[in-house]
């Protein structure tokens, strides 16, 4: 039972040092304090360099890819796709990227366009200017109309204050 092997290695696909570990005492210092960390259970220490190299494949397709957060079964996902079919996978995976990359430039595009906070500033006081301007107008325009409806009307003689 001394030589018995070790049945469950740890693949550490993300973390300090990204190996495959006999052990759980071994891997913890590699992925216990890194932020990110991506690890599992592999079966097998062949299964674990074999999913350690496939995911270290898909990470170098794209900066992307690296940046990504995963869990472990997104990982695993990744692993089947590109054991079962390579090709295709990675003409997928680098087709999304390609929009992701064309709407993050649309978006920087029209972030670039769009008015800083000091020009919307200067068009809101300006359109409020003309807002306040425009009420004026109106008020000395409805002033004017009555006066001069005022002025047409003929004034009654005063016939309370006559001395007889």
Request: glycine letters at 2%.
């Amino acid at each position: 039972m001394a030589n018995r092997q070790k049945s469950n290695p740890i693949v550490v696909l993300r973390g300090k040092k990204c190996a495959v570990f006999s052990s759980d005492s071994e891997a913890r210092p590699m992925y216990s304090k890194f932020k990110g960390s991506l690890y599992y259970k592999c079966g097998t220490d062949e299964n674990g360099t074999k999913h350690l190299a496939l995911f270290q494949q898909w990470e170098k397709l794209a900066p992307e890819f690296a940046k990504r957060n995963l869990k472990a079964s997104d990982a695993k996902e990744i692993i089947a796709s590109m054991t079962n079919n390579r090709e295709q996978f990675i003409a997928e995976q680098l087709a999304q990227v390609r929009s992701e990359r064309l709407k993050k430039a649309a978006d920087e595009e029209r972030q670039r366009n769009a008015p800083t906070m000091a020009e919307r500033s200067e068009a809101s006081s300006m359109k409020a200017n003309a807002q306040a301007w425009a009420r004026i107008q109106a008020a000395n325009e409805r002033i004017k109309i009555k006066a001069t409806q005022n002025a047409k009307k003929p004034k009654a003689a005063h016939t309370d204050n006559l001395p007889f």
